[in-house]
């Protein structure tokens, strides 16, 4: 069955180091999302991708990149992680912008010392 | 851009009462309302959502209102059971361009007691 995962699912690292952050979704899904989800502020968007090639900021964008190399993965980068990086990080997934529905994946918990 | 409020953040009610949980967005050009429940430590699920060119759907125990005019839109849950505690999320999604991303509200947990 088609799905979207993500890995790892948890992960402690240190401040000051890279982290990437893996999603790859097997439903040929042209979009692509990165969210960050802290208590009290719901799912904040970091990064999104309409298709390959395709890389746009969202809301919380700073300290975080992406890549977009093919149709299934949006891997997300860490560049130098921070103690206020510190979250569950989901990536989600829609066939269009026009259907709207977006399917989330499992969430990776990341924890910066 | 868009701003999505919602409200209340906490809510609980006795099993077999109603729940409802309302929102409000700031673009009048978004067309599309989804409502997302997050059980915990799982991952936000689609239970419903509505188009611009609706003013209410149903399914089964829950139902969605919009009302354009006022630009807000709600959630009511029928006969609460305890399996509909959860965090919802609410969100709205504009038209065109990255306008097209949906935009969430802060969430509302939701407890039923048994």
């Known amino acids: 069955d088609a799905e979207i995962t993500q890995s790892p699912r948890h992960k402690i690292t240190e401040t000051g180091r890279q982290v990437t952050l893996a999603c790859h979704q097997t439903w040929n899904h042209n979009n692509m999302f990165w969210y960050r989800q802290d208590l009290g502020h719901g799912l904040r968007l970091i990064h999104y991708s309409y298709g390959v090639q395709d890389t746009n900021k969202g809301e919380v964008s700073d300290g975080y990149s992406v890549s977009r190399s093919n149709t299934e993965d949006l891997p997300l980068t860490l560049e130098s992680a921070a103690s206020s990086q510190t979250s569950v990080y989901f990536c989600a997934s829609s066939q269009d912008v026009g259907r709207g529905e977006q399917f989330f994946g499992p969430g990776t918990r990341l924890t910066v010392l | 851009g868009e701003n999505v409020e919602q409200h209340p953040s906490t809510l609980s009610v006795q099993e077999g009462d109603s729940a409802v949980i309302k929102c409000t967005y700031s673009d009048s050009a978004s067309n599309y309302f989804p409502w997302y429940k997050q059980e915990l430590g799982k991952r936000p699920q689609l239970i419903i959502d509505?188009?611009?060119?609706?003013g209410e759907k149903k399914d089964q125990r829950i139902a969605v209102t919009l009302n354009k005019t006022a630009k807000h839109f709600s959630l009511h849950i029928t006969e609460t059971q305890p399996e509909d505690s959860a965090v919802y999320f609410c969100a709205a999604r504009g038209y065109g361009g990255s306008q097209g991303n949906l935009i969430f509200g802060k969430g509302t947990k939701l407890s039923v007691k048994p």
């Open positions: 509505i188009r611009s060119n609706v």
